[in-house]
T-cell receptor
Framework: EPEVTQTPSHQVTQMGQEVILRCVPI?????FYWYRQILGQKVEFLVS????????KSEIFDDQFSVERPDGSNFTLKIRSTKLEDSAMYFC?????????????FGSGTRLTVV | DQQVKQNSPSLSVQEGRISILNCDYT??????FLWYKKYPAEGPTFLIS?????DKNEDGRFTVFLNKSAKHLSLHIVPSQPGDSAVYFC????????????FGKGTRLSVIA
């Protein structure tokens, strides 16, 4: 069964450093998403991406965050200058259609720890 | 601002019995609702969905009920199996399901053999 692949599974970084989280969505999917889950909290929407541009973003997704689809297969989330409160599980997801009624396919996540 | 609320952080059920997971929402614009299941060290996986034009959707052991007037939905699992032990997330979307999913905090279900 096709799956969304995320790397690395765990990243530890020092506060103020830049991190790039990588995702390979399912190949025929057109819509891509990043979500995050701070420990014990809800899964929060960060950004959606379609046709090489951001289609929606939440208020969490400020100027420190950026997304890119550099080569037609990878979908990356960059955090420019990490803060302690960025520590969370980051999930990438993709879907074939814009409507999520058939559900997004999520990756296994990258656990980001900022120290 | 929790638009989707799962007020029970955990639930324990005996194998073979019914599991009922509850979810409340506040945004009346939501018109699609989904349940996801998450095992440790894995991403959420889609389980079942329901449109606001329906009040029930069934898929095997899983049934989702929607009560629009109460802004409440529930997921019934019957019979519950040990492999159902996971965290269950309720999620919602609006504009015919075209807006990004909004998730609740999840309920951890433990099915005891």
């Amino acid at each position: 069964e096709p799956e969304v692949t995320q790397t690395p599974s765990h990243q530890v970084t020092q506060m103020g450093q830049e991190v790039i989280l990588r995702c390979v969505p399912i190949s025929n999917h057109l819509y891509f998403y990043w979500y995050r889950q701070i420990l014990g909290q809800k899964v929060e929407f960060l950004v959606s991406f379609y046709n090489n541009e951001i289609s929606e973003k939440s208020e969490i997704f400020d100027d420190q965050f950026s997304v890119e689809r550099p080569d037609g297969s990878n979908f990356t989330l960059k955090i420019r200058s990490t803060k302690l409160e960025d520590s969370a599980m980051y999930f990438c997801a993709s879907s074939e259609f814009r409507t999520g009624v058939t559900g997004y396919t999520f990756g296994s996540g990258t656990r980001l720890t900022v120290v | 601002d929790q638009q989707v609320k799962q007020n029970s952080p955990s639930l324990s059920v005996q194998e073979g019995r019914i599991s009922i997971l509850n979810c409340d929402y506040t945004n009346s614009m939501f018109d699609y609702f989904l349940w996801y299941k998450k095992y440790p060290a894995e991403g959420p996986t889609f389980l079942i969905s329901i449109s606001s034009i329906k009040d029930k959707n069934e898929d095997g052991r899983f049934t989702v009920f929607l009560n629009k007037s109460a802004k409440h939905l529930s997921l019934h699992i019957v019979p519950s199996q040990p492999g159902d032990s996971a965290v269950y997330f309720c999620a919602a979307s609006s504009n015919s399901g075209n807006t990004p999913l909004v998730f609740g905090k999840g309920t951890r279900l433990s099915v005891i053999a």
